[in-house]
């Protein structure tokens, strides 16, 4: 009895404390919508998907240079994914965030590092506590020197820090769908739920201790 009291427990408690199975009506319906960043002059998008988009975008939005970060779906074949499709693992899509930015300010090759930096990279399928093809480690590129610059920080980091265990798919970006807007900021605007609470802010402030250098002024803190 003992034992299946704590199999119910720990079940419950995955269930607490995981990004997927959160429904918008457990949120203020009254959100406003975010759309995608237009580009301007002085800006440019790069996508990495490396878990949970809720903190994976809270964790772009921190660094210096970055002028927008969107959750989206992107990665698989299916067309015009929702979350609860990517949630059954089978449409290929990773959660994926569009990171805006200016690369006067902040280069591609420091975003790959806050990439490889703010998550596990040797986990094949997902981050703990969220595991599944849609949580896979994922660098996308759009040109033949993004790819290098994602090849050489691999190729760096395999040999100094995880002895060739790096799992992450080092994919052609193709095209990125736009996440339901109540995932839209989530952690920012969710500071009480309990996935955030154990999952998304201190995955955010172990990132901030390792990176102060990068983060911006009002993220310091």
């Known amino acids: 009895m003992k034992i299946i009291k704590s199999i119910l427990t720990l079940s419950l408690s995955v269930l607490l404390i995981s990004c997927f199975g959160f429904s918008n009506k457990e949120e203020n319906q009254q959100i406003p919508e975010k759309t995608l960043f237009t580009l301007q002059e002085n800006t440019q998008v790069a996508y990495f998907a490396s878990g949970c988009f809720w903190c994976v975008e809270a964790i772009f939005e921190s660094v210096t240079g970055v002028e927008e970060a969107v959750s989206g779906y992107a990665g698989g074949n ?10 059954t693992g089978k449409t290929g899509h990773a959660e994926t965030v569009a990171v805006y930015y200016n690369p006067k300010k902040v280069s591609f090759e420091t ?18 506590p969220d595991y599944g093809t849609q949580y896979r480690s994922i660098a996308f590129y759009k040109t033949e020197k993004e790819k290098q610059i994602i090849e050489n920080a691999i190729k760096q980091l395999n040999a100094e820090v995880y ?9 052609k970006f193709t095209k990125f769908y736009k996440a339901e807007d109540y995932h839209q900021d989530f952690e920012r605007r969710n500071p009480n739920q309990s996935y955030v609470k154990a999952v998304s802010v ?7 201790k390792k990176f102060p250098q990068l983060l911006k002024t009002n993220s310091a803190h």
């Not at 299916?78 to 949630?87: F, Q, V």
């Not at 998550?119 to 997902?126: A, D, F, V, Y």
């Not at 201190?202 to 901030?208: A, G, S």
């Open 78 to 87: 299916t067309l015009n994914p929702t979350y609860e499709k990517i949630g």
């Open 111 to 128: 975003l790959v590092t806050v990439f490889f930096g703010s998550h596990n990279p040797t986990t094949k399928n997902g981050q703990h």
């Open 163 to 171: 002895k060739r265990k790096i799992a992450t798919e080092v994919t």
């Open 202 to 208: 201190p995955r955010l402030n172990k990132f901030k």
